[in-house]
């Protein structure tokens, strides 16, 4: 049994710490928001994630997974640091390491025994060597330590999982006890035969932004083909079945629509742009992959003008608000950019999110928040569909049809096709699918 203290118990440290427990480990969850940690202790999850609760419930019924804001009291009983705290884009693009540094710093000064201290966050190339002299340069005296790095790939919505049964486990060390230590920890992943990559901390550090800018990429490249589609009258979805059946190719993330969003592609990508600029590099293709996706809202403005041109004192429903399905975060979000154009061009909006609306209240407490989504759709001109929850895929289609008060649907996340629209007299957009797309 390890023994873990996970600064930061946002999407990745709560998860990772929950799910740590869960293998065996002793783990102490570390925030200075004082609200959070008393949720926690009242059993009251901070974020959505399917399944966390129970986990978590579990963690801390079997006296593995404890809940502190106290960094002196959760680094006194472990011997492995986890930093899972937030890396956000500054204005510049750049990753904002300020969180991680104050971390850095505080552990240093609270230091009396040897530690790993593993960053779990994003950082960029370099950031572990930061760590490591922000923490040595705040120590009291001098007390060695080792330093590892250990990308986080979980999926928001799908998180739990994919911490239990990663494609990968990636860690960077510079040292054997490091490493030792870190193979420890996923020690119950071997049963699983899940790789383990182990290589340097600067390769560890790298493979988590090549990786995440490849998928923006993928994503980005379908939806610049979507276009073409449309403008040629093909259908992206008939194109990318093709295309994914390729097995050099993948089906994954070949999905066209509003285009990536979330706490991850949209910051990581930023940042490996500046961390190839600094380098003396460039990345002109993660540059141009941002590009095609921050221009999606407007396509989808371009899109909505085709059906109704005066957006003006029009009334629209958008359904969906987070990012993507299964979770609450609305960080970069496509409604967010959305919401302003719609606002702009003088529509009154009426939304729905399963469990997003909370949080976007924070931001636009103006919008009309709904029931559900019949609610939302009810007196309508206009309906966009901009997350593909589970509760938008089975829409009773004559119940909407009667609810409108102009029967248009633009469809931004090709749920639905042309056919089934048709016959509720629903004049239906879609993204690459001019026909509409149809059923089979
Ligand atoms: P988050 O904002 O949800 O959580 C961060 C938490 O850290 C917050 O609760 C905050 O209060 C806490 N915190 C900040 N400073 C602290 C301090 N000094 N002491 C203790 N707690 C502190 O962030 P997140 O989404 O979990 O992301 C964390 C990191 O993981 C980021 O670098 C992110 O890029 C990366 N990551 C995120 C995901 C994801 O899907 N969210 C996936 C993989 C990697």
Avoid at 361 to 377: F, K, T, V, W
Wanted: charged share 25%.
């Amino acid at each position: 049994m390890s023994r873990i203290c996970m600064i930061g118990t946002g999407y990745v440290g709560l998860v990772s710490g929950a799910c740590l427990a869960d293998f065996g480990h002793e783990v102490w969850c570390v925030d200075i928001n004082e609200q959070r940690i008393a949720d926690l202790h009242a059993g009251k999850m901070p974020i959505y994630e399917p399944g966390l609760d129970r986990l978590v419930a579990k963690g801390v019924d079997n006296d593995r997974l404890f809940f502190t804001t106290s960094l002196a009291e959760a680094m006194e009983r472990t011997d492995t640091i986890f930093i899972a705290v937030q890396t956000p884009m500054s204005d510049s693009g750049e990753a904002d390491l300020t969180y991680v540094v104050k971390v850095a710093e505080e552990i240093g000064r609270l230091m009396k025994k040897p530690y790993v201290i593993v960053t779990k966050s994003t950082v960029p190339v370099g950031t572990s060597r930061k760590v490591k002299q922000a923490v040595s340069a705040a120590q009291p005296k001098p007390i060695p330590f080792d330093m590892a790095s250990n990308p986080e790939f979980l999926r928001e919505g799908s998180s739990i999982e994919d911490f239990m049964r990663p494609d990968r486990v990636v860690i960077g060390t510079e040292s054997e006890n490091a490493e030792k230590v870190m193979r420890e920890i996923y020690r119950p992943l071997y049963l699983l035969e899940t790789p383990i990559v182990h290589g340097s901390i600067e390769s560890a550090e790298l493979i988590k932004y090549a990786s995440n800018a490849f998928l923006a990429v993928k994503i980005s490249y379908i939806n610049e083909i979507s276009q073409l589609a449309d403008r040629v009258g093909a259908d992206v979805s008939l194109v990318a079945r093709a295309m994914g059946l390729d097995k050099r190719i993948g089906p994954k993330f070949l999905h066209a629509g509003l285009g990536f969003g979330g706490s991850c592609l949209p910051k990581d990508t930023n940042a490996i742009v500046h961390i190839a600029g600094e380098a003396g590099g460039d990345m002109s293709i993660v540059r141009a992959a941002i590009a095609v996706n921050a221009a999606l809202p407007d396509v989808a403005m371009d899109k909505a003008r085709e059906m109704l041109p005066d957006l003006k004192g029009r009334t629209v429903a958008l359904l969906g608000l987070s990012f993507k399905p299964n979770t609450d975060d609305i960080r970069d979000a496509p409604a967010r950019p959305l919401v302003r154009l719609l606002q702009e061009a003088g529509a009154e909006l009426r939304v729905h999110d399963p469990v997003a609306m909370d949080n976007f209240r924070g931001i636009h407490p103006e919008l009309m928040y709904c029931d559900g989504p019949y609610h939302a759709i009810e007196g309508t001109d206009l309906t966009m569909l901009l997350t593909e929850w589970n509760e938008y895929r089975q829409l009773d289609l004559p119940r909407i049809a009667g609810l409108m008060a102009g029967r248009r649907f633009l469809d931004c996340r090709n749920v639905y096709n042309g056919e089934m629209m048709a016959e509720h007299d629903i004049d239906y957009r879609s993204f690459g699918r001019p026909g509409g797309g149809s059923s089979t």
